[in-house]
């Protein structure tokens, strides 16, 4: 045993048998014990100890020797220090309403969070909230003060924050029950002069100081008991997570470092390694041979020997094995996060921008573990992301998620929250989840097309040489495909929820139904109005009127006038365009789709330039030429990946009447000409 070890257990029980410490050195021949032990077997057998004890006033008979050695060096191993931590708490605080309590009982998370713009958002228990915005916006302050705000202190100085104002905390269970769930994941250290838990990476702490905090709500937070139930992982501290850690005092000592879980539970070792192989395409390994425990990368390839008959050659080969603190930022970042959450030793998990150093699938793989996790082990997890693929993750992991998106122009960050009931309809939808909606929330305006040609061409008209310079840069707006015009006020309401700016650019023939129009301009926070509902009315009352049943000779004279001077010729997709122009059936919107806002003749002709001008300022920019693909009227072929590639290629892109459609895009959007 170890001589620190000795030292704390005859401090906690001053009636063990009087200790004499000897040294070891590989050098003397044998130890002076009855048994005759060869040095170098008691070495191996105490961890390569340098230090050995021998207990004094042992009866001569020996023969009761093992069994007397045996109980006290279980006492020192800490055995009888912690089974009994209960008994010793009673007796170091005997009238302390603490004793007595149920683990089961005691639960804690964060219910909502007010900001100081007046904004407030709510978190659920089991859960994960995830924070988005763009740079410098106060993502990662905003958890540096959560942490803050829940650490503080009766009777120290209110948290500086920028920020947050307060926080509502959720605490269930006496506390009794909180001593006997902090008593189950950590350790009592029953030292006259300074009793208290402690965990792995905090201070020791009183009981009764940790109860009145538990109790006492005159405190922003909950003091000392914040280190116990909350574990914050920023971009440098969560490296250390995974590394090594002391080996406990006794195999009945509680879990005081995320690593110990893992030599608690095999299943817990055996996930996280498969997680690694997974992700990183290597295994992780558990080294509890020396001194102090670590993870290593890669297995040995030898048997599991058994833990009285561990030969040279097994600890050569785990020794051959790189620990994980030698590995890459991205592989000691990602234990560093799962292993909170794997071992369930916190409610609370708070962390910054979790995919920094990983790829994008890794980043994936990530959300998808702590989703999972979150749920398994009870765990509150909030996080700060950048990141696409985190949130994807998240979402297929089966976990609640909620999305809250900071803003902030000259003072304290708003927010505005996306619930996870919300989400989870919108990533349901086979049709929406698999587009780039979810990037929307990234960028400083997102534009929906009815299809991917759509954003693909007015992307491209962002690019062309001779455009002003605008407020936003282009990598900020987004082009979101929603497979037609009926896909626009389901994405449009989803990032609404989260107040990202949103512009709809429908074709003009949208105007042809009135309810999917309200349904859009209601989708994107606005008002149908009546004066709306009448000039639709007047606009549309002409086009919309019943006209007369085609009959044959009607479709013979479209062809004649279509094909009259051309009978020579092959027949081309200009020639069924202009059949298509000439021919007059019963679908009077297809001249909408041809001629725009030509087709609009009489009295609803000023009513349809008032409407789509009005829609312009709710959000809804339609095509005044139409359809989209008669912004370029040059190129014959009508539709589809043809038309997009001769469009580009013709730089028709950059013409006047596409130009000009985009700047009301723009303009709609909330972007401004840089002046």
């Known amino acids: 045993m170890f001589s620190p070890s000795l030292a704390r257990c005859r401090e906690a029980d001053p009636t063990l048998p009087q200790i004499t410490i000897h040294d070891l050195r590989h050098t003397a021949a044998s130890l002076a014990v009855a ?41 020192m191993r800490g055995e009888r220090m912690n089974a009994n931590w209960k008994d010793r708490l009673r007796r170091m605080f005997p009238d302390s309403p603490i004793h007595d309590g149920d683990a089961a009982n005691f639960s804690f998370s964060v219910g909502s969070i007010a900001l100081q713009s007046g904004d407030t958002f709510t978190l659920e228990p089991n859960s994960v909230t995830a924070i988005v915005g763009g740079n410098n916006v106060g993502k990662s302050t905003l958890l540096r003060e959560l942490v803050n705000t829940t650490s503080h202190r009766l009777g120290m100085p209110m948290p500086d924050n920028v920020s947050i104002d307060s926080v509502a905390f959720v605490r269930g269970g006496t506390p009794a029950d909180l001593m006997d769930w902090i008593g189950q994941n950590s350790r009592f250290v029953p030292d006259p002069q300074n009793a208290g838990f402690q965990r792995a990476m905090t201070n020791r702490e009183h009981p009764v100081q940790m109860a009145n905090h538990w109790v006492n709500h005159s405190s922003p937070g909950i003091g000392s008991i914040a280190p116990f139930v909350c574990f914050y992982g920023n971009a440098q501290g969560r490296f250390g997570i995974g590394g090594a850690a002391e080996l406990r005092e006794s195999v009945t000592d509680p879990a005081t470092h995320p690593v110990h879980a893992l030599q608690d539970s095999k299943s817990l ?235 709809a650019a429908p074709d003009l023939d949208m105007l042809s139904d009135e309810n999917k129009l309200k349904v859009l301009v209601e989708s994107l926070g606005h008002e149908w109005a009546p004066e709306l509902s009448a000039m639709w009315r007047t606009a549309t009352r002409d086009v919309s009127a019943r006209r007369e049943a085609a009959r044959v000779r ?58 789509v001008e009005k829609l312009d300022e709710l959000g809804v920019v339609m095509v005044r030429e139409g359809e989209l693909e008669r912004l370029a009227p040059e190129v014959t072929i009508r539709k589809g990946p043809a038309w997009l590639e001769a469009a580009l290629r013709g730089a028709h892109q950059c013409n006047a009447q596409t130009q000009s459609h985009v700047d009301r895009i723009l303009t709609a959007g909330g972007v401004r000409l840089v002046t």
Request: with cysteine; net charge neutral.
């Open 35 to 75: 048994s005759g032990a060869n040095v170098k077997a008691v070495q191996r057998m105490l961890g390569h100890a340098s230090r050995c004890a021998v207990l004094t006033g042992l009866k001569s008979n020996m023969s009761s020797a093992p069994l007397y050695v045996s109980a006290t060096m279980n006492c």
């Open 269 to 503: 070792l055996d996930r996280l390694s498969r997680i690694s192989h997974e992700i990183f395409g290597r295994h992780l390994t558990l080294d509890t041979l020396a001194r102090t425990i670590r993870l290593r990368v890669g297995k040995v390839d030898l048997p599991t020997p058994k833990i009285d008959d561990i030969s040279d050659e097994y600890r050569e080969a785990m020794a051959a094995l790189p620990p994980l603190d030698d590995q890459g930022d991205g592989m000691r970042s990602l234990v560093g996060q799962l292993l909170p959450v794997l071992s369930g030793g916190f409610p609370l998990v708070v962390i910054d921008e979790p995919e920094a150093f990983l790829h994008p699938p890794q980043a994936h793989a990530l959300g998808a573990e702590l989703g999972r996790l979150a749920v398994e082990r009870g765990v509150q997890v909030v996080v700060a992301t950048h990141d696409r693929s985190l949130l994807t993750g998240l979402l297929d992991s089966g976990v609640a998620v909620s999305i809250v998106r900071l803003t902030r122009d000259d003072g304290p960050p708003s927010a505005n929250q996306l619930k996870a009931e919300a989400l989870n309809v919108l990533w349901r939808d086979p049709v929406l989840k698999y587009t780039n909606l979810l990037d929307g929330l990234f960028h400083r305006l997102v534009v929906l097309a009815e299809g991917e040609g759509d954003c693909a061409y007015l992307a491209a008209a962002l690019d062309c040489e001779d455009r002003p310079r605008w407020t936003v840069p282009k990598n900020e707006i987004l082009f979101v495909p929603t497979s037609g015009k009926d896909g626009m006020a389901k994405s449009a309401r989803a990032l609404n929820a989260a107040k990202v700016p949103i512009v």
């Open 554 to 611: 009607h479709v013979v004279d479209a062809i004649n006038a279509a094909l009259g001077n051309h009978l020579d010729e092959a027949y081309s997709a200009a020639h069924k365009e202009s059949v298509r122009a000439h021919l007059r059936v019963a679908a009077p919107w297809d001249d909408v789709k041809y001629f725009g806002m030509a087709a609009f003749k009489g009295d609803a002709g000023p009513a349809a330039k008032a409407l």
